[in-house]
């Protein structure tokens, strides 16, 4: 702390000495009467002493951080508390939606093996259709949810119930070809229905697998119905035109792994001689995993298949898998074979067929399938 001492004839000019030195600052704390002596008695002199402190300068009030932050920095801190205050905002508005329905109908599709695309996309239509209120209306969820689904399907229900002259089966091993070909063969040939009742031939390419022929030629001498198995290309073809009095030809190929290309191709070529008169089937198991189904309709892509055919409907609890696949292949379903009974599990595909099969809504889906 600053101290002074101020000396003046009078005081009030002491302090207005003070006053122009220290200005309001300055306090006096004392003053003195002072005498000086002069030479023999001459010169004597009557003064005043004022003495004090100075205070400190008054503390300037802190500027705001905002005012202090200067150009780009300023700008940027402001963003960043913008971008803040935006956050806290917005994670409050959405988190109620995303985290009860969302959510919900996420686990939903996921238990019932749907793939990740499709529960994506299905998640981003529902909010963005759905208003709020009824987003968060279990039902009303659930409801476009089951919408989007049946909506995935299509079914070739005329094609199941007048197939072309000449059809083929391709796909995958073990799934069930042979058996559908001998349910189909059963359905035209022994069909009540003189409409639909047809003279139907088999031929099984018997060239990739010794002993496809047995198989099928069992079914064939139950129903009476002739099967032509054939080993070569140029086979097939004087089968095929020696088969005129036929008008249902149904070919049963082998099944081929979607890995094995080489044989693919071989297939590939073999049914090449049939030019574009057959109309093919891909098969497909129905517990076949999603990505997998992928897979294989595009590995059989070059079969130039049209429709598919689902088998061991009854084999499987979930179609989530099924559904993802057509989401993204957009092919009709042919034919859903349910069972290994021949001729009875072979069906034309509706709807409520899988409807029925998905697990955990709370929708009434056996009302909501009879219902129609
Ligand atoms: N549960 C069930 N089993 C089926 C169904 N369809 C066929 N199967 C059975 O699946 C097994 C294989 O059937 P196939 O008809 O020989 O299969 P594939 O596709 O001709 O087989 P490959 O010619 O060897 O490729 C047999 O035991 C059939 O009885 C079905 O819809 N449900
Ligand atoms: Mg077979």
Same mark, same amino acid.
């Given at each position: 702390m600053e101290h002074f001492s101020e000396e003046a004839p009078t005081y009030e000019e002491a302090v207005e000495q003070v006053r122009q030195k220290y200005?309001?600052?300055?306090?006096?704390?004392?003053?003195?009467?002072?005498?000086?002596?002069?030479?023999?008695?001459?010169?004597?002199?009557?003064?005043?002493?004022?003495?004090?402190?100075?205070?400190?300068?008054?503390?300037?009030?802190?500027?705001?951080?905002?005012?202090?932050?200067?150009?780009?920095?300023?700008?940027?801190?402001?963003?960043?508390?913008?971008?803040?205050?935006?956050?806290?905002?917005?994670?409050?508005?959405?988190?109620?939606?995303?985290?009860?329905?969302?959510?919900?109908?996420?686990?939903?599709?996921?238990?019932? &093996?749907?793939?990740? @695309?499709?529960?994506?996309?299905?998640? =981003? %239509?529902?909010?963005?259709?759905?208003?709020?209120? +009824?987003?968060?209306?279990?039902?009303?969820?659930?409801?476009?949810i089951l919408r989007l689904i049946s909506e995935t399907f299509r079914f070739d229900v005329e094609r199941a119930l007048s197939l072309p002259r000449v059809f083929g089966i391709v796909g995958p091993t073990g799934v069930g070809k042979t058996t559908t070909v001998a349910k189909i063969a059963a359905r035209f040939s022994l069909s009540p229905s003189v409409k639909r009742r047809r003279r139907v031939k088999i031929i099984p390419i018997d060239s990739f697998r010794i002993g496809a022929r047995e198989q099928i030629g069992n079914y064939g001498?139950?129903? &009476?119905?002739?099967? @032509?198995?054939?080993?070569?290309?140029? =086979? %097939?073809?004087?089968?095929?035109?020696?088969?005129? +009095?036929?008008?249902?030809?149904?070919?049963?190929?082998?099944?081929?792994?979607?890995?094995?290309?080489?044989?693919?191709?071989?297939?590939?070529?073999?049914?090449?001689?049939?030019?574009?008169?057959?109309?093919?089937?891909?098969?497909?198991?129905?517990?076949?995993?999603?990505?997998?189904?992928?897979?294989?309709?595009?590995?059989?892509?070059?079969?130039?298949?049209?429709?598919l055919i689902l088998t061991k409907l009854d084999e499987t609890d979930y179609i989530g898998n099924i559904v993802s696949m057509l989401h993204e292949r957009q092919k009709p379903i042919l034919y859903v074979s349910a069972g290994q009974k021949v001729p009875t599990d072979l069906l034309v595909p509706k709807t409520e067929l899988f409807l029925e099969k998905l697990q955990g809504f709370s929708v009434d889906l056996e009302h909501l399938t009879t219902s129609g």
């Open positions: 200005g309001d600052r300055a306090k006096i704390y004392a003053r003195e009467r002072r005498t000086t002596r002069g030479f023999l008695g001459f010169g004597r002199k009557e003064t005043v002493l004022v003495s004090g402190y100075v205070t400190a300068a008054p503390a300037q009030p802190e500027p705001p951080p905002v005012q202090q932050e200067q150009g780009y920095d300023q700008l940027l801190s402001e963003l960043k508390r913008m971008e803040q205050r935006l956050a806290s905002r917005n994670q409050g508005a959405s988190a109620p939606v995303r985290s009860k329905q969302i959510e919900k109908m996420e686990a939903l599709l996921d238990g019932n &093996d749907f793939s990740r @695309d499709f529960i994506s996309n299905a998640l =981003q %239509l529902v909010q963005s259709r759905l208003s709020v209120k +009824d987003l968060e209306d279990p039902m009303k969820a659930e409801m476009f001498s139950l129903m &009476d119905i002739p099967v @032509d198995s054939v080993e070569t290309p140029q =086979q %097939l073809a004087r089968c095929m035109e020696a088969s005129s +009095d036929a008008d249902l030809l149904l070919i049963d190929t082998i099944g081929k792994s979607p890995r094995d290309t080489v044989t693919l191709q071989e297939m590939q070529k073999f049914l090449s001689v049939c030019g574009e008169d057959v109309f093919w089937a891909l098969a497909l198991s129905a517990s076949t995993k999603a990505r997998d189904m992928m897979t294989i309709t595009e590995t059989f892509e070059p079969f130039k298949y049209q429709s």
